[in-house]
């Protein structure tokens, strides 16, 4: 499967994925608002996708919150619209001119498979409690179908500059977890810049 594992519990497994071992990865969905959603888009970025089922939709905002402000500290304290413009933090050391990859934290719902009618309603639920950051809504399954998903709380997936799968967090990251995401995630920006 070309996966280490980094680190078990009973609630929490970690798995970082070597690159050489990877294709990029294939994933598309659509958002709250009928919107295409592909990670295809978003080549040249490093990719941070949270997502949980219903149960765990409020860990997984303030997990996504927590992980956004990281990245992009001056969306701290701003309404979700101003905070999702807010710019990504500048990689130290780049050459003048040399941007920083930036880093998009994206929410999947996963709500599963249903019929074609509930999926309006579900789209009309979610584009009213978040009608200013797209959601990525997941009704095939496809989440939890490859990377497993945690029932009821966050889950969170990396992915390079490439598009290639990178690191694997399911259920609530500990601190060691975070510790382990950050570091990851600057690694992968620096990697995506050479």
Same mark, same amino acid.
Not at 11 to 27: H, N, R, V, Y
Not at 54 to 66: D, P, S, W
Not at 67 to 88: I, M, S
Not at 149 to 157: C, F, G, I, M, W
């Given at each position: 499967?070309?996966?280490?594992?980094?680190?078990?519990s009973?609630?929490?497994?970690?798995?970082?994925?070597p690159a050489?071992?990877?294709?990029?990865?294939?994933l598309?969905?659509e958002?709250?608002?009928?919107?295409?959603?592909?990670?295809?888009?978003h080549?040249g970025?490093?990719v941070?996708?949270?997502?949980?089922d219903r149960?765990?939709?409020?860990a997984?905002?303030?997990?996504?919150?927590r992980?956004h402000?990281?990245?992009?500290?001056?969306?701290? %304290?701003? &309404?979700?619209?101003? =905070?999702?413009?807010?710019?990504?933090?500048?990689?130290?050391? /780049?050459? #003048?001119?040399?941007?920083?990859?930036?880093?998009?934290?994206?929410?999947?719902?996963?709500?599963?498979?249903?019929?074609?009618?509930?999926r309006?309603?579900?789209?009309?639920?979610?584009?009213?409690?978040s009608?200013?950051?797209?959601?990525?809504?997941?009704f095939?399954?496809?989440?939890?179908?490859?990377?497993?998903?945690?029932?009821?709380?966050?889950?969170?997936?990396?992915?390079?500059?490439a598009?290639?799968?990178?690191?694997?967090?399911? %259920?609530? &990251?500990?601190k060691? =977890?975070l510790?382990?995401?950050?570091?990851?995630?600057?690694? /992968?920006? #620096?990697?995506?810049v050479?």
């Amino acid at each position: 499967m070309g996966m280490n594992r980094i680190a078990a519990s009973a609630a929490l497994f970690l798995f970082a994925i070597p690159a050489f071992a990877q294709m990029p990865t294939p994933l598309a969905m659509e958002d709250q608002f009928g919107k295409k959603a592909d990670l295809a888009d978003h080549r040249g970025e490093v990719v941070i996708l949270v997502y949980g089922d219903r149960k765990g939709t409020e860990a997984c905002r303030k997990l996504g919150e927590r992980l956004h402000v990281a990245w992009h500290p001056t969306a701290a %304290g701003q &309404p979700p619209a101003k =905070a999702h413009a807010a710019p990504v933090a500048a990689l130290a050391g /780049l050459p #003048l001119g040399k941007k920083s990859p930036d880093v998009k934290v994206i929410p999947v719902a996963c709500c599963g498979k249903v019929p074609a009618p509930v999926r309006a309603v579900i789209r009309s639920q979610v584009a009213k409690g978040s009608p200013d950051v797209p959601v990525w809504l997941d009704f095939t399954n496809a989440m939890k179908t490859y990377f497993t998903l945690t029932a009821s709380e966050p889950n969170v997936v990396v992915f390079d500059a490439a598009g290639r799968l990178r690191l694997k967090i399911n %259920g609530t &990251p500990d601190k060691p =977890a975070l510790d382990l995401l950050a570091k990851t995630v600057q690694e /992968l920006r #620096l990697e995506a810049v050479k």
